[in-house]
């Protein structure tokens, strides 16, 4: 981009530079926080962007609970303002790509908070569906739509559990709504809140105006930001198949941290750690943490190109890295400073101790007199004390009796004071009940009063009373009697109130102890008055009412006051009498005190002087016993002085070489779990070439283990059972220092048992995500604290697992809480997390891989070394094993008590306060430590000395492991080569000791080991070789064979890396001494051949022993020829193959053989049949029994034949599994394991999604299953059958036997003596029946010479020779004479030729039955063979006899027994050797190869090639012109007819090739077609888009593109020149259509029928260069090629091939149009004519393949069998 900017600036006279002021470029409307306007701006104050953004993060951390600790390197502001610009924007919506981890979801949640918008985020959980999705969706919709809120929908697609979710978002996308998503009451609701909405428009609120506005709305209110990761095919699939994913969104690529952002957050981490104070290790840190975190993504390229293991490296990895050093460096430090500190305190007390012991002993010497002195001064003191006592004694008495008078006294005047309180009591709460009723009156409540002109009665009664108490006179006012002057208090009462708040303060201020009686009269009246109630004032006037209250309560309050004075007046006269009796007691008591203070003042000299002889005494007896304990000490801790000052040495350079040891160690906790120990070892001393070169301080050769590894702690996890390897100790150390919880890739279950082991005290839970209360489980291990141990994990985890893998924990009310679904749980801090998986080589997403700590588990050689030796000597000797044990466990208990005595030593000195010698404890615990230290040393001594005896025993047995070790991991390699090979280490185990317990005794240990050996490699074999299909057989023993001879060191890696691979340096040019039969290939590989020391000179040497050579080379067993000259000698026997590979590659799979064969034994290349009765035999009711099926085979004939043997045909159930069959085989497999039947589930391969409920079901069968019950399976090859099924399952592989031999051998194992004699024409029987299973054999294996066996791979099966076996018995009991055709036709036409689709293949199979099915065969020297080595046997033959004549026969089949000719067997053999070279490829480690040019360059590069190459298309309308369609030339209608296809073809080439230069450049979308157009052209193979649109063709790519051109130039050459004499048939898009063309021109121009002509066939002399003319009828044709036989042009007819030669040229054929044409009976040969060397096609309407052209007659002079038998025929087009 930066780029394009740049050239398109150009265009316009500037640069980059002048236009863009500052870099990077940012906008944004964020800078002013919490502002209503937001101006959307360039932002050019970098300082001051990053500081606002570090305030909205702080912001959004106070408000949420997760928090997010970010650094905002320069790349991360970036996307955040991208992001803020995208979602402010309307219709914004984001696409991030990026791998997990890279801060996509973090930064979402940042710019959202910024813009003020809610966040909305689906949660899944273990039921989350698409229902749960569609509510969600919905209720964010309707958030949008009616409340007319900005939501952000943040989605990732590790939230994708249905692609249903991805089909919603595409709708939301484009149109804001999804279909059917909303119920009725949802649709009311949006009608009814949009209405006005719609009306403030002026639109008609319609139902469409309705929902159309709503949609409008959510469609804006919405911004869908989708993190997503581009890696793999689904994410290519899922943007091709949701175009809006692209289409309305706008794209952000989170590309891996730049160096910046690595240098800045590393920078930003470190600077918080108070351990570093040092800036110049910060900043040499900072580049080590980018150095490493780089180096491990290019380790983890070349761990996925050499080990096809994928590890992604993203930054929450480097977060991971930064968190651990902070973590470990805290850790180590504190560690190491607390034991050094504690060891050099320890030893500085320890030497302080021996300089005191001086002067303790004249500190003693000193104390002693001092003692005796104290000793009188107690004695004298005490004496006084007694005198003294007495006179207190006296004095004490008189005081008790004056206090006893004066309590009486105070109780008595309490008594009348409580009187008097309590009548006041009564009056006081209505006093202050009304005293707050008047401070609840303001001013205006009595102004209101006042202003009353007619004050009703109760006013008035109130104002009468007020001025009543107040005393203010009344004014004489006219009664109601004439002439009656009565009081009016009113307008007094009025001038009272004339000031409010003197008025109400004078009502406060009231003498209520002082109402003069005159009042309390003129009062009563009103009292008694039922109007003067505040009830009733209250309904007249507030403040009246508060004004009657008080003076009720002043009358009440003087009448109680009244009877409480003369109570008072008693109080205080009691008081004053209490007074004076309380002054005589205290003078009294004063008395007493100083007589007791004279006392005291004696006790405390005496106490002085009795502590002073006490302390003197103490002092002497401390002196005593730290003198005692000072030697003690010193004795006790002496030898240990040297040792811990070592200690504090070392732990000085430790503390300054921490840093670097620290930094290495978490970068192995951090990345390296996921790698194999190689890996490992080279990352490492890479990291520490890297700290020396930004000198930090690190110890050389530091490891994980040396700097946080636990001795005592690995000795206790491998009691519980680690493997003691390197490997895994470190991975057990990872797994303690990982923050992650560790993800254990454990195919053996090694891991598994470790933690089952290790955690079982700690009552482990154990879960699988196939169970339905997983989670549950899960809670409760959370909630108490549980570990908990999750097995069997797949390549996806359950999204539900996110929030405790990503520990997502935050404080609830004061606890600790983690929400699990929807559930918020107490997390509890013990809680441990464990999960393993047992695939082999597990893919995971970087999503998971940033979640956990993925631990590779997978065994290594010296781990299984280990154990196995543990199982041999155990079973050998158990007496040593158990030794040993022993041993183990109590030399890792001692050490461990030894460690605690040294720690309990070292803490209680460091810790003791003052000096250690007074310290009793600690010298107690000294002596018992001293005790037992020596004691375990002792212990400790012997065991290691009994260890090293038991080891020297157990090392003789190391050749055992050693060899056992080495198959393991050549079985375990199989799984390369077929899913289904798969094998656990407990089967493989199980095998060991079976072979232990087998072997040859013998008394002689160096014999016994030789017997353990043979007799399980060959006991492995048989075991393997049962579930092996027939083609990789050889390859595993021949790799047992080598891989035992490698460690032996008797083979040399380079020449085995050429027998694999071949040669790629050619030291010397030498030309070729005999082109004639060495071809440029074979030459190649001969001079490639010095490359190996052994081989120097082999290629300068060669011409010298052409002869020799040229021997081998022509003979039909050059496995067997003997090398030239010193060669035979020189080489050893794996030297010949590769010598023998280099001249004849053909026969290295019969050297191979023989190799095998002279180095194991002839046992190990012999057939090994599967035996159900040994499967059987080995298998439990808890582990299945697999039949691998292949094509076209069915083994439940013999199960079911089996089971009748077994009894058990009752009880076998059989279902074939299928769509909807699961649930009925899940209730059928439970009811046989109850009721101990067999169950047989047929087809697994067909049911892929019900297999992990099958594995579910086997792996919970208990042992408390009933014992007969087993269960049998088939299954083709698929990934997708369970592997822990099939690793502890009895596997064997079902397809017809290799090799006619091997069908024999299966044949004649299934009869027996009776079978044979039971015919009444015995002897007929047994010649025929030996025939037919010899034909039987041939029509199996002549399938394997591909076209030339048949046309079409027919899958013949023994059902096929059952039957004709039964038809056989039958008719040969039916018929007096042997009814031959009968027997020919029901064989060759209905059991065998029902299965054939093709005509020839049936002519075929008919020719080659007439060889077995004939008279001649009912003879004794009747040969099936040529050679003869297959021939009849005496009817008299037992089965016996038989049987060892087959065993007899030759494993190789060769051609002439199938009537094939010598050359057949190279095509085959070249194959089956390539492909075996493949297979053994597949098990080897691969290198890396060189970065070199990129695929979109290479495709690119090709495709502009073939399009400069291929012609344009021919223009039809000036051939039409030319060549108009003619009733007298036909050739015309062809020729337009084959520029039409052609046409076709050729626009396809040029427009897909045009679209897919546009797709690499971007300009349009890389479709599905187009890649795997791209693909096709990478791999150089015709893509599907042009071979659809195309002739038949199996050329590669570049070589079908010459024969395009090649085909194009013979039209064009037609159009300009005209017809052409000679017809080049194999250019024709269609040839049926020239030959119809041709015969159609003859009968036009003869004027017969066109059905009664064909053609006569007539090879020519002629070159086709020399024929200048058409034949006056029909046509001459050339560019054929004949297989399987070749054109004599001498004899003139159809000849032998020569050898080695596979195709020749056929000469040119004149086709003659003949009416009514007989064809001749003999001296021809029928051959039919095919379009390429498959031969097979689909079938046509007229019996033949579309592959099929015509039949031609060709001369020869044998007969027609022998060419049929050798399956000659002509072809069109080869495929180079």
């Given at each position: 981009f930066e780029n394009l900017l740049q050239s398109k600036l150009c265009n316009f006279g500037t640069n980059k530079d002048e236009v863009l002021s500052t870099q990077p470029l940012l906008y944004g409307d964020f800078m002013v926080p919490n502002s209503d306007t937001k101006i959307y701006e360039e932002i050019t104050d970098y300082n001051k962007l990053t500081r606002i953004l570090d305030e909205y993060l702080d912001d959004y951390n106070q408000i949420n609970t997760a928090q997010m600790k970010l650094v905002l390197f320069l790349d991360a502001i970036r996307h955040v303002s991208r992001i803020a610009r995208i979602i402010r924007q309307p219709?914004?919506?984001?696409?991030?790509?990026?791998?997990?981890?890279?801060?996509?979801?973090?930064?979402?949640?940042?710019a959202t908070h910024m813009a003020e918008y809610d966040l909305f985020q689906i949660e899944l959980s273990k039921n989350y569906g698409i229902a749960e999705w569609k509510d969600d969706i919905k209720n964010c919709m309707m958030k949008a739509g009616?409340?007319?809120?900005?939501?952000?929908?943040?989605?990732?697609?590790?939230?994708?559990?249905?692609?249903?979710?991805?089909?919603?978002?595409?709708?939301i996308l484009n149109s804001g709504d999804v279909p059917n998503i909303y119920a009725v009451e949802d649709l009311d609701r949006i009608y009814q809140e949009m209405k006005p909405?719609?009306?403030?428009?002026?639109?008609?609120?319609?139902?469409?105006?309705?929902?159309?506005?709503?949609?409008?709305?959510?469609?804006?209110n919405i911004h869908l930001v989708i993190c997503m990761s581009p890696i793999g095919e689904t994410f290519r699939s899922r943007l091709r198949q949701f175009p809006s994913l692209v289409n309305c969104c706008t794209i952000d690529?989170?590309?891996?941290?730049?160096?910046?952002?690595?240098?800045?957050?590393?920078?930003?981490?470190?600077?918080?750690?108070?351990?570093?104070?040092?800036?110049?290790?910060?900043?040499?840190?900072?580049?080590?943490?980018?150095?490493?975190?780089?180096?491990?993504?290019?380790?983890?390229?070349?761990?996925?190109?050499?080990?096809?293991?994928?590890?992604?490296?993203?930054?929450?990895?480097?977060?991971?890295?930064?968190?651990?050093?902070?973590?470990?460096?805290?850790?180590?430090?504190?560690?190491?400073?607390?034991?050094?500190?504690?060891?050099?305190?320890?030893?500085?007390?320890?030497?302080?101790?021996?300089?005191?012991?001086?002067?303790?002993?004249?500190?003693?010497?000193?104390?002693?007199?001092?003692?005796?002195?104290?000793?009188i001064e107690t004695a004298q003191t005490m004496e006084q004390i007694q005198k003294d006592s007495v006179v207190a004694n006296e004095t004490k008495e008189i005081v008790q009796k004056k206090e006893k008078e004066a309590s009486a006294k105070a109780e008595e005047t309490q008594a009348i004071a409580d009187d008097a309180q309590k009548d006041l009591d009564e009056a006081l709460p209505m006093l202050d009940a009304a005293l707050a009723s008047l401070k609840s009156l303001n001013k205006n409540d009595v102004v209101e009063v006042r202003a009353l002109q007619r004050p009703p009665l109760g006013v008035k009664l109130v104002i009468d009373a007020v001025c009543i108490m107040k005393e203010v006179k009344a004014k004489k006012v006219a009664g109601e009697k004439i002439g009656t002057k009565v009081d009016d208090y009113w307008e007094p009462g009025k001038a009272l109130l004339q000031d409010p708040t003197k008025f109400l303060e004078g009502l406060f201020k009231y003498d209520k102890d002082n109402i003069p009686d005159s009042v309390i009269q003129k009062i009563q009246p009103y009292i008694d008055n039922e109007d003067f109630t505040p009830a009733a004032i209250s309904k007249v006037s507030r403040a009246c009412t508060s004004i009657c209250q008080w003076a009720r309560a002043m009358h009440k309050y003087h009448f109680v006051a009244k009877a409480v004075a003369p109570k008072r007046a008693a109080l205080a006269e009691a008081k004053e009498s209490l007074d004076e009796t309380l002054r005589i007691l205290n003078e009294a008591k004063t008395q007493l005190r100083e007589v007791e203070e004279g006392i005291a003042t004696l006790e405390k000299k005496y106490e002085e002087c009795l502590a002073k002889k006490q302390e003197?005494?103490?002092?002497?007896?401390?002196?005593?016993?730290?003198?005692?304990?000072?030697?003690?000490?010193?004795?006790?801790?002496?030898?240990?002085?040297?040792r811990w000052a070592e200690s504090v040495s070392n732990f000085d350079s430790m503390l300054v070489n921490v840093v670097g040891d620290v930094m290495i160690s978490s970068g192995i906790v951090s990345y390296l779990g996921s790698f194999t120990g190689e890996y490992r070892s080279s990352m490492l001393q890479y990291w520490q070439t890297k700290l020396t070169e930004n000198s930090i301080p690190h110890t050389d050769g530091t490891t994980l283990v040396s700097s946080f590894g636990d001795p005592v702690k690995i000795r206790t996890w491998q009691i519980f059972g680690l493997p003691k390897d390197s490997l895994s100790v470190e991975n057990g150390v990872i797994v303690q220092y990982s923050k992650r919880w560790p993800l254990f890739i454990d195919p053996q279950g090694q891991a598994n048992k470790w933690i089952k082991s290790m955690e079982k005290e700690h009552s482990l839970d154990v879960i699988k995500l196939t169970e339905k209360d997983f989670l549950r489980t899960l809670e409760n291990a959370i909630r108490f604290g549980k570990p908990c141990l999750l097995e069997n994990v797949g390549e996806e985890l359950d999204p539900a697992l996110e929030p405790i893998l990503l520990q997502q924990t935050f404080k609830q009310a004061g606890s600790m809480v983690i929400k699990l679904g929807d559930s918020v749980i107490p997390y509890h801090d013990d809680f441990k997390f464990y999960l393993t998986t047992k695939l082999p080589n597990p893919h995971y997403t970087p999503e998971v891989s940033a979640r956990v700590t993925i631990v590779n588990f997978t065994l290594s050689p010296g781990g299984l070394e280990d154990q196995l030796l543990g199982i041999v000597v155990a079973e050998e000797r158990p007496d040593l094993e158990e030794a040993k044990n022993a041993l183990i466990i109590s030399n890792a208990k001692m050490k461990q008590e030894l460690k605690e005595i040294e720690d309990k030593i070292l803490y209680r000195l460091s810790n003791a306060e003052g000096n250690p010698v007074d310290d009793i404890d600690l010298i107690k615990t000294l002596e018992a430590s001293k005790l037992k230290s020596q004691e375990i040393e002792a212990k400790v001594a012997d065991a290691e000395l009994t260890e090293k005896e038991i080891d020297v025993t157990r090392s003789k047995y190391i050749p055992v492991a050693v060899r056992t070790q080495l198959l393991f991991f050549c079985t375990t390699g199989l799984a390369n080569i077929d899913p289904m090979y798969q094998y656990s280490l407990e089967w493989f185990v199980n095998i060991f000791l079976n072979s232990i317990t087998d072997a040859e005794k013998a008394d002689d240990l160096e014999v016994r080991i030789c017997n353990i050996n043979d007799h399980f490699t060959f006991n492995l074999y048989t075991n393997v070789c049962r579930s092996l299909f027939e083609k990789d057989k050889l390859l595993f023993s021949f790799l047992l064979c080598v891989r035992i001879l490698m460690n032996e060191?008797?083979?040399?890696?380079?020449?085995?890396?050429?027998?694999?691979?071949?040669?790629?340096?050619?030291?010397?040019?030498?030309?070729?001494?005999?082109?004639?039969?060495?071809?440029?290939?074979?030459?190649?590989?001969?001079?490639?051949?010095?490359?190996?020391?052994?081989?120097?000179?082999?290629?300068?040497?060669?011409?010298?022993?052409?002869?020799?050579?040229?021997?081998?080379?022509?003979?039909?067993?050059?496995?067997?020829?003997?090398?030239?000259?010193?060669?035979?000698?020189?080489?050893?026997?794996?030297?010949?193959?590769?010598?023998?590979?280099?001249?004849?590659?053909?026969?290295?799979?019969?050297?191979?053989?023989?190799?095998?064969?002279?180095?194991?034994?002839?046992?190990?290349?012999?057939?090994?049949?599967?035996?159900?009765?040994?499967?059987?035999?080995?298998?439990?009711?808890?582990?299945?029994?697999?039949?691998?099926?292949?094509?076209?085979?069915?083994?439940a004939a013999d199960l079911y034949k089996f089971a009748e043997q077994m009894k058990f045909h009752k009880k076998l159930s059989a279902i074939s599994l299928g769509q909807g069959q699961g649930p009925r085989a899940e209730s059928m497999m439970k009811l046989a394991m109850d009721r101990g039947q067999w169950i047989f589930f047929q087809n697994c391969h067909l049911s892929p999604s019900w297999m992990p409920a099958l594995e579910?079901?086997?792996?919970?069968?208990?042992?408390?299953?009933?014992?007969?019950?087993?269960?049998?399976?088939?299954s083709m090859p698929s990934p997708k059958f369970p592997v822990p099924v099939l690793q502890n399952g009895s596997k064997m592989t079902v397809e017809p036997p290799r090799g006619v031999k091997a069908n024999l051998l299966k044949s004649f194992t299934g009869f027996n003596d009776n079978v044979l004699s039971e015919n009444s024409k015995a002897n007929e029987y047994k010649y025929l029946l030996l025939s037919l299973c010899v034909f039987h054999g041939i029509t199996l294996e002549r399938r394997k010479f591909g076209a030339l066996g048949f046309n079409i791979p027919y899958e013949f099966t023994d059902g096929d020779l059952r039957i004709c076996i039964s038809q056989l018995g039958m008719f040969l009991e039916e018929y007096e004479e042997i009814p031959f055709k009968v027997l020919k036709y029901t064989a060759g036409h209905i059991n065998y030729g029902g299965r054939v689709t093709d005509d020839w293949d049936r002519r075929c199979i008919m020719n080659i039955l007439a060889d077995f099915y004939c008279p001649a065969a009912l003879d004794n020297d009747y040969k099936f063979s040529e050679s003869g080595i297959y021939h009849q046997l005496s009817p008299e033959s037992d089965h016996k006899v038989y049987m060892t004549y087959i065993r007899g026969l030759p494993i190789n089949d060769t051609p002439e027994m199938f009537g094939l000719h010598e050359n057949a067997n190279i095509t085959f053999a070249l194959n089956e050797t390539s492909n075996l070279l493949s297979g053994l490829m597949l098990l080897q480690p691969k290198s890396s190869q060189g970065s070199g040019t990129s695929r979109e360059a290479i495709v690119e590069e090709t495709a502009r090639g073939i399009l400069s190459r291929v012609p344009s298309p021919v223009g039809l309308e000036d051939v039409m012109e030319k060549y108009p369609v003619k009733y007298e030339e036909s050739m015309n209608t062809v020729l337009i007819q084959e520029v039409i296809r052609y046409n076709r073809l050729l626009k396809t080439i040029h427009s897909t090739l045009n679209d897919l230069l546009k797709a690499l450049k971007g300009l349009v979308v890389m479709s599905q077609?187009?890649?795997?157009?791209?693909?096709?052209?990478?791999?150089?193979?015709?893509?599907?888009?042009?071979?659809?649109?195309?002739?038949?063709?199996?050329?590669?790519?570049?070589?079908?593109?010459?024969?395009?051109?090649?085909?194009?130039?013979?039209?064009?050459?037609?159009?300009?020149?005209?017809?052409?004499?000679?017809?080049?048939?194999?250019?024709?898009?269609?040839?049926?259509?020239?030959?119809?063309?041709?015969?159609?021109?003859?009968?036009?121009?003869?004027?017969?029928?066109?059905?009664?002509?064909?053609?006569?066939?007539?090879?020519?002399?002629?070159?086709?260069?020399?024929?200048?003319?058409?034949?006056?009828?029909?046509?001459?044709?050339?560019?054929?090629?004949?297989?399987?036989?070749?054109?004599?042009?001498?004899?003139?007819?159809?000849?032998?091939?020569?050898?080695?030669?596979?195709?020749?040229?056929?000469?040119?054929?004149?086709?003659?149009?003949?009416?009514?044409?007989?064809?001749?009976?003999?001296?021809?040969?029928?051959?039919?004519?095919?379009?390429?060397?498959?031969?097979?096609?689909?079938?046509?309407?007229?019996?033949?393949?579309?592959?099929?052209?015509?039949?031609?007659?060709?001369?020869?002079?044998?007969?027609?069998?022998?060419?049929?038998?050798?399956?000659?025929?002509?072809?069109?087009?080869?495929?180079?």
């Open positions: 219709l914004g919506n984001a696409l991030l790509l990026g791998v997990g981890g890279s801060g996509r979801q973090s930064l979402t949640r940042l009616l409340d007319n809120t900005v939501i952000v929908f943040l989605f990732s697609d590790t939230q994708i559990k249905s692609e249903t979710f991805l089909e919603d978002i595409n709708n909405m719609v009306q403030d428009a002026g639109l008609q609120p319609t139902k469409s105006n309705l929902f159309s506005a709503f949609t409008k709305r959510v469609r804006s690529w989170f590309s891996e941290w730049p160096e910046e952002a690595l240098h800045s957050v590393a920078s930003n981490f470190l600077q918080e750690i108070t351990e570093i104070d040092n800036p110049d290790i910060i900043t040499g840190l900072v580049n080590a943490c980018v150095s490493i975190h780089q180096s491990v993504a290019e380790c983890s390229l070349r761990f996925k190109q050499e080990l096809s293991r994928s590890n992604y490296v993203t930054p929450t990895s480097y977060l991971e890295l930064l968190g651990i050093f902070a973590k470990l460096i805290r850790l180590k430090k504190s560690e190491l400073s607390n034991q050094r500190n504690r060891t050099k305190t320890g030893l500085e007390k320890l030497l302080s101790t021996a300089g005191e012991v001086a002067k303790l002993q004249a500190d003693l010497e000193e104390m002693q007199p001092q003692l005796e002195q104290a000793q003197l005494a103490e002092k002497c007896e401390v002196c005593s016993g730290r003198l005692e304990r000072a030697e003690k000490l010193i004795g006790g801790l002496g030898n240990e002085k040297v060191n008797k083979i040399d890696m380079d020449e085995w890396r050429f027998l694999l691979a071949g040669g790629t340096t050619v030291s010397k040019e030498i030309s070729n001494p005999a082109p004639d039969w060495i071809s440029e290939r074979v030459w190649l590989n001969i001079l490639t051949m010095p490359s190996l020391p052994r081989f120097a000179t082999f290629a300068d040497e060669f011409a010298e022993h052409i002869d020799g050579f040229k021997r081998i080379f022509d003979s039909s067993e050059p496995h067997k020829e003997p090398l030239p000259g010193h060669w035979d000698t020189d080489l050893d026997s794996f030297q010949k193959i590769l010598a023998l590979k280099g001249v004849r590659a053909d026969k290295v799979t019969n050297a191979m053989q023989d190799f095998v064969s002279e180095k194991l034994g002839q046992r190990f290349i012999e057939p090994q049949t599967a035996n159900l009765g040994m499967a059987y035999k080995d298998s439990s009711p808890t582990s299945p029994l697999i039949f691998i099926l292949s094509q076209g085979t069915d083994p579910r079901l086997i792996e919970n069968i208990d042992d408390k299953v009933h014992r007969d019950f087993r269960l049998w399976l088939t077609e187009l890649e795997t157009m791209f693909n096709s052209l990478y791999n150089n193979t015709v893509p599907v888009l042009w071979a659809n649109k195309a002739y038949p063709s199996l050329k590669p790519l570049a070589s079908w593109v010459t024969d395009l051109e090649a085909r194009m130039q013979f039209l064009q050459t037609w159009i300009d020149e005209g017809i052409p004499s000679v017809f080049w048939v194999s250019g024709f898009f269609f040839p049926q259509a020239f030959l119809t063309g041709t015969l159609q021109n003859f009968a036009r121009r003869a004027v017969i029928s066109i059905d009664i002509i064909s053609f006569d066939f007539k090879v020519m002399p002629q070159s086709p260069e020399d024929v200048v003319t058409r034949p006056e009828n029909g046509c001459y044709v050339r560019g054929l090629f004949v297989e399987g036989a070749r054109f004599d042009q001498e004899s003139f007819e159809l000849a032998e091939s020569k050898p080695k030669e596979l195709y020749t040229d056929m000469p040119l054929m004149w086709l003659i149009p003949t009416p009514n044409r007989k064809q001749p009976s003999s001296g021809i040969y029928v051959c039919p004519v095919y379009k390429t060397l498959t031969r097979a096609g689909t079938l046509s309407t007229t019996g033949h393949s579309t592959n099929y052209v015509v039949s031609v007659e060709i001369p020869t002079s044998k007969p027609q069998y022998h060419w049929i038998k050798r399956g000659v025929a002509l072809i069109c087009a080869l495929n180079y």
